[in-house]
């Protein structure tokens, strides 16, 4: 079983909708849960970051953790054209020292205007 | 606002031949990462460095694999004998404090082929 499942999609809606995206995790050490973007050709940018259980809302983007499923969600509210890009769930564990990110394989995500 | 930046951006090279990947991380952070990514494949982790010591490394980054802070801003990722499997997007991160709970940030990528 891989350590972090991610439908690659790709997935297209159009503008305005909520969107749906998840991922399910197997070491149930895994503590800390963000959500990056990537655009093509570019470096993963930070959207959003939880800790242990629970939702989070920043705008238009919602995370959630389901520790007691290893499942985890980002949920887009009135989708953009802009937030067309590959969507990587990312985990990582409790460490005092520095620690290593663990990345889905990504999502592909495509707002039709 | 303060960025990671990476050099080159591209790199093209023949196999066997040394390459060294530049990064300069955010000013004020004390921990470094390299990760690297094949063409449609997941991030992967290679390796963590801080106070001039590798941290943690990954099954990938092999005796092949080298990484080096040389002055108070760069940080080098070498491979001394590059494969054609070493083909991929080589990303480095920074983070201010050590822990989990501290935010990577991560470079633009350098785009290395090996032919």
């Known amino acids: 079983q891989k350590e972090v499942e991610q439908d690659p999609g790709p997935l297209s809606v159009p503008e305005g909708a909520i969107v749906s995206l998840n991922c399910t995790y197997s070491?149930?050490?895994?503590?800390?849960f963000m959500w990056y973007r990537q655009y093509s050709r570019k470096g993963p940018e930070l959207l959003m970051y939880?800790?242990?259980?629970g939702n989070k809302e920043d705008g238009r983007f919602t995370a959630q953790v389901d520790k007691s499923s290893k499942y985890i969600s980002l949920f887009i509210r009135d989708s953009q054209p802009s937030d067309s890009a590959t969507y990587l769930c990312?985990?990582?564990?409790?460490?005092?020292?520095?620690?290593?990110?663990?990345f889905g394989s990504g999502t592909r995500l495509s707002i039709r205007p | 606002e303060p960025e990671v930046t990476q050099t080159p951006s591209h790199q093209v090279t023949q196999m066997g031949q040394e390459v060294i990947l530049r990064c300069v991380p955010i000013?004020?952070?004390?921990?470094f990462y390299w990760y690297r990514q094949i063409l449609g494949q997941k991030v992967e982790f290679l390796v963590s460095?801080?106070?001039?010591?590798?941290?943690?490394k990954s099954e990938i980054f092999d005796d092949q694999f080298s990484v080096e802070r040389p002055d108070g801003s760069n940080f080098t990722l070498k491979i001394r004998s590059t494969k054609l499997e070493d083909s991929a997007m080589y990303f480095c991160?920074?983070?201010?404090?050590?822990?989990?709970?501290?935010?990577?940030?991560f470079g633009p990528g350098t785009r290395l082929l090996v032919l």
């Open positions: 991160a920074s983070s201010s404090l050590a822990g989990a709970s501290e935010t990577q940030y």
């Open positions: 070491n149930s050490a895994f503590q800390y």
């Open positions: 939880t800790y242990s259980s």
């Open positions: 990312a985990m990582s564990g409790w460490s005092s020292s520095a620690s290593k990110i663990i």
């Open positions: 000013s004020n952070h004390l921990y």
């Open positions: 460095f801080y106070n001039n010591e590798i941290s943690e």
